[in-house]
C-alpha cells in the first residue's frame, strides 16, 4: 500500500501549530492544566471526579467546532483523506488508545505540552512514538505493500 | 466559566489542527514515509507548537495561580519506565497502522466522515479497556 503525494504546506502548517500551542497555552492559563487529547478522552468516558465531565464535554465540543469554524470562513472543509481502508481504522484506533494509556499521553500531551516543560518522560515518549509510527509507516508501505 | 473557556480551548485547539494539516491521516502517514511520497509539513507544525507552548507556559507560569482553578496542577510523574516506553511505542504502532493520533481524530469528526467515526469508537473502546486493565493492576476499581 503506498501513499499519494500531499502538498507542502509551511506556512499553514506553522500557523496551525501556533494555535494547536495557543490552546495549550490558554488551558494552562484558565485551568492551570496541560492539554492532552488522551486525557481529555480518558477522563470523559471514565469520569474522574464529580462534575469533571462538563468541561471535558465542552472541550471536545469546541475541538470539533473548530475545522467546522475554518469551513464557514474560508467555505471549504480542509481535506481529511483516509488512505488506508476500515480493518486498519479499527485496528489501528483501537492500539493507539491501549498504546496512549499505558504511555500517558500522546501527540499533543507529551509531544507538545511536556516537551515544552523539558520534561525527560515527555522527549522519551515522544522519541519512541515518533520512530516506532515511522517504523509501521515504512513496513506497511515498503516491505508488505512494496 | 469553565464550559465557555474549555469550549474556546477546544475551538483554538482544533481549529489548528484542521489549519495544520494534521486533520489529514494522507499527510501525517507522508510525514513519517520519507522513503516515498515524504510531506515535511508536520515539522512546521510541531515547531510552531512547541515554541509557542515554550513561551507561553513561561509566561503563564510565572502567576500564582490559575484563573478557575486555585493552583496548577502539573505532571508529576518523572518515572522512565517499560510502561512509557511499551505504551509509546504501542502508540505509534496504532498511529502508523491508522494515521489518526487522538488530538487530529477528534476535529476531524467535524468532516463527517464514517472512516473518522469509527477511528474514534475504536480509539474510545481501547482507552476503556487499556483504563480497565490499569485500574485492576494498580488495585483500583475498573472506573475509578
Redesign the interface.
Known sequence: M?????????????????????????????????????GI??GL???TAPGDR???A??????????????ALSGQ????????G?P?????????????????G???G????????L???SM???V???????????V???VLGG | MRLLSAFIVGMVFGTGIAISGMINPAKVLNFFDIAGTWDPSLIFVMGGALMTTFIGYRLVLRRDAPVIEETFQLPLARDIDARLIGGSAVFGLGWGIAGFCPGAAVPALGSGKWEVALFVAALLAGLWVARAIRDRQTGKGALA
Open positions: 503506498t501513499g499519494f503525494e500531499t502538498e507542502f504546506t509551511p506556512l499553514q502548517s506553522l500557523a496551525g501549530g501556533v494555535l494547536i500551542g495557543l490552546s495549550a497555552v490558554l488551558l494552562m492559563f484558565f485551568q492551570g492544566r496541560v492539554m492532552g487529547a488522551t478522552l480518558s468516558i471514565a469520569g462538563g468541561w471535558r465542552a472541550m471536545v465540543a469546541g475541538m470539533i467546532a473548530g475545522p467546522l469554524l475554518v469551513m472543509m480542509p481535506a481529511v483523506d483516509v488512505p488506508v476500515w486498519m481504522i479499527l485496528i489501528g484506533g483501537f492500539v493507539v488508545g491501549i498504546g496512549v494509556t499505558f504511555g500517558s500522546c501527540t499533543s507529551h509531544g507538545v505540552c511536556g516537551n515544552a516543560r520534561s525527560p518522560r522519551v515518549a515522544t519512541t512514538f515518533m520512530a516506532a509510527c515511522g517504523i509501521t509507516v515504512y506497511i508501505r515498503h
